[in-house]
């Protein structure tokens, strides 16, 4: 049983959630959402059951849905990943794991016997993924900066010659925003005379940051892969979580079957499935445009670069790998962990400067590393003394980075 609230306190209620979420996104810096986005135009979508049940390319009896919209959203993403719309397919998801489940999903029923490769850097869906689909799996070695380790890969692939491989591709790892060379993956598959693989690419991120740099890495279909996932969340940005992920056409028939129920295609892997996400997808690529979100990365990596210099000023090491956005330094206190909202491995701990995160911010995050820093260090007697080195980057240097 559970009792109704009158409508004041239930409004209080409300408005105390909705200041919770205003003071916490003043501090959230560790994680790859963007939270500059308006969507009040789309809310008088939130009056209607809508569903995007079903097949976005084939009509369906459930009519109030935004496959069409969605279609175009897809069709941007095959632009974006230089897929060839006669021969790829794809539909939005509810995220990256979607995607990535989609992704190994259509590997498996290919290649039964194979085996998946992942570095021990990619995203933790993956391996839960794995077990869901009961695949054999191998991990491959990541480099100190979180590459996948092409060497011991190699060796992986001598070992188990003769198997299909099925591929993850990390196009942006989770805590350094690495991207494995996927053309030295190519090339060991083909050293080793592996004919028959299958590449997921996982770029959760950085599938909507590569397509709007000079130099991007290998990642996309222009380089051979199999299907992309990549979070419509990160940065596009929405208030649901929200994903897309492609595939190659001639592949989805090994899933595919015909569903009477709703009159359509069941070629994805929720039935029913969000029909508001798309269309917020589709709003911000249509408002922003190509050069929109060009313009907005070129921000993010200024805001990135600004934070290293921020970090060498007080003294601390940071940095970031090309074309990502992620700049990782070493784990700070607990306190500022819970504070700042960081997501941390081991000793390392990283901020992600999507386009809600300014310059102002970082120097207050960084400042307060700082001052934490040396509060600990007035606790046991050290060499430097960071308050002093504090004083100085405040007073002459932060308005000249
Ligand atoms: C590299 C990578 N892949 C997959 C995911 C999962 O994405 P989602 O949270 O959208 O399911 C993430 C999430 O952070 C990620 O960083």
Known sequence: MFESIELPKLNDHIKSLHHFFEDN????????????FDYRPLYQFLDYPLN?????????NFTLNTHAVEREVINIFQNLTGADPKDTWGYCTNG????????LFLAREIYPKGIVYFSEETHYSVNKIIKCLNIDCVQVKATSKGEMDINHLNNLLIENKGRPAIMVCNVGTTMTGAIDDLDEIKKSLKRNGINQFYIHADAALS???LPFVKNPQAWSFRSGVDSISVSGHKMIGSPIPCGIVLAKSKNIGHISQDVEYV????????????????VFLWYQLKKLGFKGFQSMIKDCFDVSD???????????????????????????????????????????AHI???PHVTKKKIVQFVKEIAEDKERQKAKKPAKKNHLRALKSVSSKQVSSL
């Not at 097949?55 to 369906?60: A, L, R, Y």
């Not at 359509?264 to 798309?278: E, Q």
Request: net charge positive; glycine share 12%; hydrophobic share 35%.
């Open 263 to 278: 009159g359509s295609k069941d070629t994805t892997i929720p039935g029913s499935r969000n029909a508001i996400s798309p």
């Open 207 to 209: 599938g909507m940051i």
């Open 306 to 348: 600004f934070a290293i210099k921020m970090f060498k000023a007080y003294g601390f090491e940071a940095w970031r790998h090309n074309n990502s956005v992620t700049v990782v330094f070493k784990r700070p206190s607990h306190a500022l962990i819970k504070k700042w909202q960081l997501a941390v491995k081991g000793e390392t």
């Open 96 to 103: 990256g794991t979607e995607g990535n489940m989609y992704g």
């Open 52 to 60: 995007n049940v079903g097949d976005p390319f084939v009509s369906s």
């Open 352 to 354: 992600i400067t999507m």
């Open 25 to 36: 996104m003043e501090s959230f810096l560790g994680y790859p959402c963007n939270g500059k």
